[in-house]
């Protein structure tokens, strides 16, 4: 009964900078994480940061690292993922997911696809060279 929507997506020079909003809709169910992953084309789906505010973790993977920040607001409706310093092989559908028990992820650990409960439709994100 928890809905995702993405949305911030679009088309930037590298160097550019987006903000990536996940926006809970419909939800009934609590959860204590979300989680981004991004595919592109003809490649797995792969985490790249998540946040755990039951804990206060987020974590991030070292491709992104320095260059992502992720944040939820106050009424935990939304979650955020400010990307700047956009490389073009940062190109790829962006989802968010929710966990629900917040074990998926830590400081140190963003669990796999299958691990988290609830997904996002995907936004698009071009980082053109």
């Known amino acids: 009964q928890v809905q995702l929507v993405e949305s911030g997506g679009g088309t930037v020079q590298a160097g550019g900078s987006l903000r990536l909003s996940c926006a809970a809709t419909g939800s009934i169910l609590d959860y204590d994480a979300v989680a981004w992953f991004r595919q592109a084309p003809g490649k797995e789906r792969e985490g790249i940061s998540c946040?755990?505010?039951?804990?206060?973790?987020?974590f991030y993977t070292d491709s992104v690292k320095g260059r992502f920040a992720i944040s939820r607001d106050t009424s935990k409706d939304t979650v955020y993922l400010q990307m700047n310093n956009l490389k073009p092989e940062d190109t790829g559908l962006y989802y968010c997911?929710?966990?629900?028990?917040?074990?998926?992820?830590?400081?140190?650990?963003?669990?796999?696809?299958?691990?988290?409960?609830?997904w996002g439709q995907g936004t698009q994100v071009t980082v053109s060279s």
């Open positions: 946040i755990n505010w039951s804990e206060g973790n987020t």
């Open positions: 997911a929710a966990d629900w028990t917040g074990e998926a992820c830590s400081s140190e650990y963003l669990g796999k696809a299958n691990e988290y409960d609830y």
